[in-house]
Nanobody, 121 residues
Framework: EVQLVESGGGLVLPGESLRLTCVAS????????MSWVRQAPGKELEWVSG????????SYADSVKGRFTMTRNNAENTLHLQMNSLKPEDTAVYYC??????????????RGQGTQVTVSS
């Protein structure tokens, strides 16, 4: 059974940082592309970043480029999202998501339960 468990969310002030973690189990983590997606209150789900199965450089939505960094550790079955210079508009539930192949392109097939990130003064 595929399981994706996110953690690391919280309430922070604008300009502060958070590091999200996703622990994966139930599948061969190193063989699949992964993404982070988020959903703000009253808005549709938004893709944030994606990374290939083997790691390397991740890709980012324009709204977070230069502030967020996505990495993966295939030996530990973990995914991370380092979020710096957070803005109120980054407030959302953040989910990690598994893709059906080694790329992050296209729809994902599983996502976790999410972790809440709130940026507010």
């Amino acid at each position: 059974e595929v399981q994706l468990v996110e953690s690391g969310g919280g309430l922070v002030l604008p300009g502060e940082s958070l590091r999200l973690t996703c622990v994966a189990s139930g599948f061969d983590f190193g063989s699949y592309g992964m993404s982070w997606v988020r959903q703000a209150p009253g808005k549709e789900l938004e893709w944030v970043s994606g990374i290939y199965s083997g790691g390397g450089l991740a890709s980012y939505a324009d709204s977070v480029k230069g502030r967020f960094t996505m990495t993966r550790n295939n030996a530990e079955n973990t995914l991370h999202l380092q979020m710096n210079s957070l803005k109120p508009e980054d407030t959302a539930v953040y989910y990690c998501a598994k893709h059906p192949g080694n790329s992050w392109f296209g729809p994902y097939e599983y996502r976790g339960q999410g972790t809440q990130v709130t940026v507010s003064s």
